[in-house]
């Protein structure tokens, strides 16, 4: 299956910092922070920062045929007629540097990394019981096609 091209997108650790990034402007909000917090902290400031993270466009992923169209990994792996890198298995990737950056990321951001190709249903099947203990609240859509 050959990768997709789509809109552009900065990346953002596919939302993790845009997503944390408007929640601490809505904690700062309802807590009232800027009328309490030290002098030293300009609140006004910090808000106009997360506001500017808050604009970051998601990157939405090559295998979804979105994202940056001018992505390096992208266009490696539409070149090589692959769905995603991890399919690739070559030596010597010219990305590697970049991919295990974003891996990297993705693990200090808590979430879960597909490090090798393999069957997605046993990727998710694996972590479907650590998303639910993670998530107890929430109902998660898994697209299973």
């Known amino acids: 299956m050959r990768a997709g091209s789509g809109a552009e997108a900065a990346p953002s650790a596919n939302g993790s910092l845009r997503d944390a990034s408007i929640r601490t402007d809505r904690v ?6 800027a009328h309490w917090a030290p002098e030293e902290l300009d609140v006004a400031s910090l808000r106009k920062g997360l506001g500017i993270l808050a604009e970051i466009s998601t ?3 090559c295998r979804r045929g979105e994202g940056r169209a001018d992505c ?3 266009v490696c ?3 090589r007629d692959l ?3 991890a399919a690739c298995g070559a030596d010597g990737c010219p990305h590697a540097e ?9 693990i200090d951001a808590d979430l879960f990394v597909k490090a090798e190709t393999g069957d997605d249903r046993a990727f998710i099947d694996a ?6 203990s993670r ?6 859509f898994l697209n299973r096609d």
């Open 28 to 33: 700062i909000d309802s807590h009232g922070i």
């Open 59 to 61: 990157c939405a992923g």
């Open 72 to 74: 390096e990994l992208r």
């Open 77 to 79: 792996a539409a070149d």
């Open 83 to 85: 769905v995603e890198c």
């Open 98 to 106: 970049l991919l295990d950056h974003m891996r990297q990321g993705a």
């Open 127 to 132: 972590h479907l019981m650590a998303l639910r």
């Open 135 to 140: 998530f107890p609240s929430c109902v998660l």
